[in-house]
Nanobody, 122 residues
Framework: VQLVQSGGGLVQSGESLRLSCELSGWTLEVYSIGWFRQVPGKEREGVSCLNREDNQPYYIESVKGRFMVSRDNAKNTVYLQMNSLRPEDTAVYYC????????????????WGQGTQVTVSS
């Protein structure tokens, strides 16, 4: 399983970007997917996710109403649409795919994209 990200870049405050993450090697629909971000010196932060069970999106408070996560199972691709970007959104963004439980103990496997830089200037 491999996740390949695209999108990102440098934008001004208030502008938009869309990140894409294509999964290869298996079927996307069986995974829970998420987007994380990380800035230097800080821990990776979960931004949004789509659970495989209910496919309902979840967002951290700081991006609610501005970001939208979606998945296209036919294209095996996950998207993060980011609108009204702010300088504090500047980070390296990572997509994540988590398998269903693989055994009776509930163990799962996580796969990560390579990361993509998003920089928002003020």
């Amino acid at each position: 399983v491999q996740l390949v990200q695209s999108g990102g870049g440098l934008v001004q405050s208030g502008e938009s970007l869309r990140l894409s993450c294509e999964l290869s090697g298996w079927t996307l629909e069986v995974y829970s997917i998420g987007w994380f971000r990380q800035v230097p010196g800080k821990e990776r932060e979960g931004v949004s996710c789509l659970n495989r069970e209910d496919n309902q999106p979840y967002y951290i408070e700081s991006v609610k109403g501005r970001f939208m996560v979606s998945r296209d199972n036919a294209k095996n691709t996950v998207y993060l649409q980011m609108n009204s970007l702010r300088p504090e959104d500047t980070a390296v963004y990572y997509c994540n795919a988590e398998t269903p439980p693989l055994n009776i103990e509930g163990s799962t496997v996580n796969y990560w994209g390579q990361g993509t830089q998003v920089t928002v200037s003020s």
